[in-house]
Every structure is written in structure tokens, then in C-alpha cells.
């Protein structure tokens, strides 16, 4: 059975840092292509970063370059949402999705109908 498992959440001051996790279980996850994605109260869910699965090739939003960086550790099966310099703005619930599709490209890839399998959300609140 195809699992997928985000942890890590929680909350923080702005300025700080969290690692999400999202630990598979059912399948190779570096076999396909990772994205992690987030949905405000109100707002369209939202790519935020992916990892493409022939060699780990990453891309990250705009509103995100520089603060955050996905990473998979494939000895584990995880794939990983490192969040520096985190904003209220980023205050979403965080989810990580598997594409089937071989697949990639920038423009593809980070749209939340091109991912077969979903976590069920971890909660990132940012606030003083």
C-alpha cells in the first residue's frame, strides 16, 4: 500500500527554522517525482518545491528560493523540506505528493493535479 507521511510541523517565530519529513512507504519514492505543496485557510494549494527523480534536480517557488531547499535521503526513503527564514506568510498546512509520471518539467511539475499520491498534511504556523 502506497503511504506517504509528512512530520515536522509546528510552530515558530518568524526568522526561524523547521525540516519537514515526508517518509514513503509502499514504493521507492526517489523512483518518482517529489513535490511538497501548502494551503492557506482560503488559498489555492500552492507547489512550493519539487525533486525530479532521475537525479535529483530541484526547483523551488519564487516565493521560497533561497529560504527553503527539498532534499531526499533514498537510503531512507524521505524526502526532506528544509524552511529557513520563515515568514507568517508561510503559515500553511504542508503536504508532500508522488507523481507517476515520468514527466518533469518546471512549469509541470509544480501543479497539485499532476501528483497521483498525498500525506495527509502537516500544520506550519508562523508567528511571534
Known amino acids: 500500500q502506497v503511504q506517504l507521511v509528512e512530520s515536522g510541523g509546528g510552530l515558530v517565530q518568524p526568522g526561524g527554522s523547521l525540516r519537514l519529513s515526508c517518509a514513503a512507504s509502499g514504493f521507492t519514492l526517489h523512483a518518482y517525482t517529489i513535490g511538497w505543496f501548502r494551503q492557506a485557510p482560503g488559498k489555492e494549494r500552492e507547489g512550493v518545491s519539487c525533486?525530479?527523480?532521475?537525479?535529483?534536480?530541484?526547483y523551488h517557488a519564487d516565493s521560497v528560493k533561497g529560504r527553503f531547499t527539498i532534499s531526499r535521503d533514498n537510503a531512507k526513503n524521505t524526502v526532506y523540506l528544509q524552511m529557513n527564514s520563515l515568514k507568517p506568510e508561510d503559515t500553511a498546512v504542508y503536504y508532500c505528493?508522488?507523481?507517476?509520471?515520468?514527466?518533469?518539467?518546471?512549469?509541470?511539475?509544480?501543479?497539485?493535479?499532476?501528483?497521483?499520491?498525498w500525506g495527509q498534511g502537516t500544520q506550519v504556523t508562523v508567528s511571534s
Open positions: 525533486i525530479r527523480s532521475r537525479d535529483g534536480y530541484t
Open positions: 505528493a508522488a507523481a507517476l509520471s515520468t514527466y518533469y518539467s518546471d512549469s509541470y511539475s509544480p501543479l497539485s493535479r499532476n501528483y497521483n499520491y
